[in-house]
T-cell receptor
Framework: EAGVAQSPRYKIIEKRQSVAFWCNPISGHATLYWYQQILGQGPKLLIQ????????DSQLPKDRFSAERLKGVDSTLKIQPAKLEDSAVYLC???????????????FGPGTRLLVL | DQQVKQNSPSLSVQEGRISILNCDYT??????FLWYKKYPAEGPTFLISISSIKDKNEDGRFTVFLNKSAKHLSLHIVPSQPGDSAVYFCAASAGSNYQLIWGAGTKLIIKP
């Protein structure tokens, strides 16, 4: 079974530029997550999709971040314009939505390491 | 406001001995706890979980203990192996959306 794919793996941009990340979840997984992980911290959820609908985007800085999941499969996360504090690893994860309760196991991609200069 | 805390940034253990990683939480609404393992340049990988209705869950060399009264959980690895060297994250969830709140991680180093 193929895992979660992400691209690019690394990106270096200057502040005020824009950047986009792509994620392809595991086939059949309805739920997709984007996390931001700053060095020395745990991942922080930015947005959660269930199929192509947004479940929670309460921690997404909507003035500069946007995300979409067209057709309920692939997803893109965009930052425009980038700030220095956006330097982090952006992780995409997916899970198969359970209906019987209990936390779902999330499967993570390798992440995109972003450096904003 | 850190709802999930891993107070030890790093831990060094001799190969073959027991590794004990600790995690504390503040939100009594958390009903599911998970441990993830992360190697450099890779995404986190699920390791083991425990529901709040249990106090212990075991999977091979890995055992997670939950003490609800103390709002504390721990991960025991016995015996520790070199391949266990990684960063270990504790995460918790509450509610039907299963969103995870993560600790900052503990870097485990297994010495030969």
């Amino acid at each position: 079974e193929a895992g979660v794919a992400q691209s690019p793996r690394y990106k270096i941009i200057e502040k005020r530029q824009s950047v986009a990340f792509w994620c392809n979840p595991i086939s059949g997984h309805a739920t997709l997550y984007w996390y931001q992980q700053i060095l020395g911290q745990g991942p922080k959820l930015l947005i959660q999709f269930q199929n192509n609908g947004v479940v929670d985007d309460s921690q997404l800085p909507k003035d500069r971040f946007s995300a979409e999941r067209l057709k309920g499969v692939d997803s893109t996360l965009k930052i425009q314009p980038a700030k220095l504090e956006d330097s982090a690893v952006y992780l995409c994860a997916s899970s198969f939505r359970l209906t019987s309760g209990g936390a779902e196991t999330q499967y993570f991609g390798p992440g995109t390491r972003l450096l904003v200069l | 406001d850190q709802q999930v805390k891993q107070n030890s940034p790093s831990l060094s253990v001799q190969e073959g001995r027991i590794s004990i990683l600790n995690c504390d939480y503040t939100n009594s609404m958390f009903d599911y706890f998970l441990w993830y393992k992360k190697y450099p340049a890779e995404g986190p990988t699920f390791l083991i979980s425990i529901s709040s209705i249990k106090d212990k869950n075991e999977d091979g060399r890995f055992t997670v203990f939950l003490n609800k009264s103390a709002k504390h959980l721990s991960l025991h690895i016995v015996p520790s192996q070199p391949g266990d060297s990684a960063v270990y994250f504790c995460a918790a969830s509450a509610g039907s959306n299963y969103q995870l709140i993560w600790g900052a991680g503990t870097k485990l180093i297994i010495k030969p």
